[in-house]
């Protein structure tokens, strides 16, 4: 079969999940078996988090629709991603914002960040922006954003992430350690902060300053 018509299975299998057309048509778009090791090609659309190398993942599609939902993404958005692994993850908000819109990715491994980097201008995304740095500290330099996502999980949320956020911005980060929740942190307009748990997940340990 092709690797279309399995993205075509794999993202239908996604609807049971409460996402939203605008979303699973943006995965429609991002072609998955661009952001695996060779090897792993043919595991693409199988709906599983992969290994990309150096003890980390690629996150299972379900989970990156979920994120991308509860992170409301519009058109014209600047987005910070703290951990780019792939790529993946990036080229599908870079599909949600569009060319008026922005995707800054941040990963602490070097070959990761080159790997993520090398994928995406392979798919062909010009609106994404790949950093190797700590991005438990965030991206000061492009401070403040629409929407903050972070794909690996840390002790407690980032002072530089909250501080980082526009007004009536959203996070969505995991928080914990063994025991991991996704945690939505909305600014409102005025910069108060609220939390809200969305439920249990398994990531990778957010490794920095403000991480483990
Ligand atoms: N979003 C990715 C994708 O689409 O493939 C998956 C990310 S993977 C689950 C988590 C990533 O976070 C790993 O690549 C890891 O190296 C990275 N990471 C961990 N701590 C980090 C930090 N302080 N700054 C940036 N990246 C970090």
Redesign the pocket.
Known sequence: MEFEERRKILIDSLKVNGISDRVLDAMMRVPRHF?VPEELQDSAYIDL?LP?G?D????APHM?AIMCELLDISSGMKIL??????????AVMAELVGDKGHIY?????PE?AYF?EKNIKRAGYKNVTVIQ????CGLAEHEPYDRI?V??AAPEVPRPLIEQLATEGIMAIPVGNGEQQLVVVKKDIEGSISYKVWGGVI?????????Y
Not at 133 to 136: E, L, V
Not at 203 to 211: A, Q, R
Request: proline fraction near 5%; glycine fraction near 14%; hydrophobic fraction near 35%.
């Open positions: 952001f988090p990309i150096y980390q993942t690629i996150s990156v991603e703290v951990g780019s692994g792939s790529g993946y993850n990036a990715t941040v990963e602490r491994i990761l993520a740095d700590d991005g438990s996502s794909t690996s990531f990778v340990p957010l490794i920095g300053k403000y991480g």
